[in-house]
């Protein structure tokens, strides 16, 4: 008889965390070795516990997930780690999988085909919600990205800052009006819908740096 797959589970939801506990102590093919608010948490309960694979949310309070993962990854844990949360964007689903995420569920998954998950998961496979993959699909399949301008990286840059539009335009002797159309054709070129998503991608992708552009 195998052992069972040994479960960390990470979400500063407690009530997410009851539901996902009772979902897999009712099983015996799963052991639930611990759950944990956030990224640190979930690092320290990681190195005592030796789960076989981790759920992974992502926006946490504190250390959020793609931090999480990578550090674990980087650390040479031999967890898999299984994203389990509500976000489908690029601006989620990329970081996460760069870091070193296994699979990538979403919350609305029915039971089954989260056990399914963890299972391969555990195994070593990649698995990924349909929306997931059909949206990295239609990133592998899209012409080469357009690169932002130097007017749109500006303006980027001082959203990163936390500066107001009407600030940007005072600083670059323009009309608001006009850093808000920089900024649609920011998002655009990103794959995004908002600055923090825009913010969040140039970092990833190194458009913009800490402390500067």
């Given at each position: 008889m195998?052992?069972?797959?040994?479960?960390?589970i990470?979400?500063?939801?407690?009530?997410v965390?009851?539901g996902l506990r009772?979902?897999?102590?009712?099983d015996?093919d799963f052991?639930v070795?611990?759950?944990a608010?956030d990224?640190?948490e979930?690092?320290?309960?990681a190195?005592?516990s030796?789960p076989?694979?981790?759920l992974?949310?992502l926006?946490?309070?504190g250390?959020?997930?793609v931090?999480?993962?990578g550090?674990l990854?980087?650390s040479?844990?031999?967890a898999?780690v299984?994203?389990?949360?509500t976000?489908?964007t690029d601006?989620?689903?990329?970081p996460?999988i760069?870091?070193?995420a296994?699979?990538?569920?979403?919350?609305d998954?029915?039971r089954e085909?989260l056990?399914?998950?963890?299972?391969?998961?555990?195994?070593?496979?990649a698995?990924?919600?349909?929306?997931?993959?059909?949206?990295?699909?239609?990133?592998l399949?899209?012409?080469?990205?357009?690169?932002?301008?130097?007017?749109?990286?500006?303006?980027?840059?001082?959203?990163?800052?936390g500066?107001?539009?009407r600030?940007?335009?005072?600083?670059?002797?323009?009309?608001?009006?006009?850093?808000k159309?920089h900024l649609l054709h920011?998002?655009a070129?990103?794959g995004?819908?908002?600055?923090a998503?825009?913010?969040?991608?140039?970092y990833?992708?190194?458009?913009?740096?800490?402390g500067?552009r």
């Amino acid at each position: 008889m195998s052992l069972p797959i040994r479960l960390l589970i990470v979400d500063d939801h407690p009530v997410v965390r009851d539901g996902l506990r009772g979902m897999f102590t009712g099983d015996p093919d799963f052991e639930v070795v611990g759950e944990a608010r956030d990224g640190a948490e979930a690092l320290a309960l990681a190195a005592n516990s030796r789960p076989d694979v981790v759920l992974m949310d992502l926006r946490m309070p504190g250390m959020d997930g793609v931090t999480a993962i990578g550090r674990l990854v980087g650390s040479g844990s031999p967890a898999k780690v299984l994203v389990l949360t509500t976000y489908d964007t690029d601006a989620d689903v990329l970081p996460a999988i760069e870091a070193g995420a296994t699979g990538y569920l979403l919350k609305d998954a029915p039971r089954e085909e989260l056990v399914r998950a963890v299972r391969a998961a555990a195994r070593g496979e990649a698995v990924l919600s349909p929306s997931v993959a059909g949206r990295l699909m239609g990133r592998l399949r899209a012409p080469a990205e357009e690169p932002l301008s130097h007017r749109e990286l500006e303006v980027l840059a001082m959203v990163a800052k936390g500066t107001s539009n009407r600030e940007a335009a005072a600083r670059l002797f323009i009309s608001e009006a006009t850093v808000k159309t920089h900024l649609l054709h920011v998002y655009a070129k990103l794959g995004v819908n908002d600055r923090a998503a825009a913010v969040a991608v140039a970092y990833d992708r190194g458009l913009l740096t800490p402390g500067g552009r």
